[in-house]
């Protein structure tokens, strides 16, 4: 918004778009469980408690994700989705962060 102000041939950026989160059975997120490289120093754990899913970063508060669809989740304390990379065998192999136009993938390396 800033550089708008000052300049106005800065477009605004884009309001992130409203997600809403579904329910699903519990036991899916079990397929999602684990840990996720995003660098050699920086992991996302995914855990569950009961009903909710929840993603953890290196260094980083538990922060609890919400479904959009089986695969696909969201946090609402920031604008990031989680996008699950699941094999014919119905096992994740990986993750997508998108976050600030940006997506980065993460191989599942723990159960």
Wanted: aromatic share 8%; proline share 6%; charged share 25%.
């Amino acid at each position: 918004m800033g550089r708008h102000l000052l300049d106005s041939k800065n477009p605004l950026a884009e309001p992130p778009r409203e997600r809403v989160a579904i329910t699903l059975d519990p036991a899916i997120y079990d397929r999602y469980v684990g840990v996720y490289s995003l660098a050699p120093e920086f992991e996302i754990a995914i855990t569950r408690e009961g009903s909710s899913l929840f993603a953890q970063a290196t260094g980083q508060g538990r922060q609890e994700i919400f479904a959009e669809n089986d695969s696909q989740f969201f946090l609402k304390v920031v604008n990031a989705q989680l996008s699950f990379d699941v094999g014919a065998d119905g096992r994740t192999t990986g993750m997508t962060l998108h976050q600030n136009g940006i997506d980065q993938r993460a191989p599942k390396v723990a159960p």
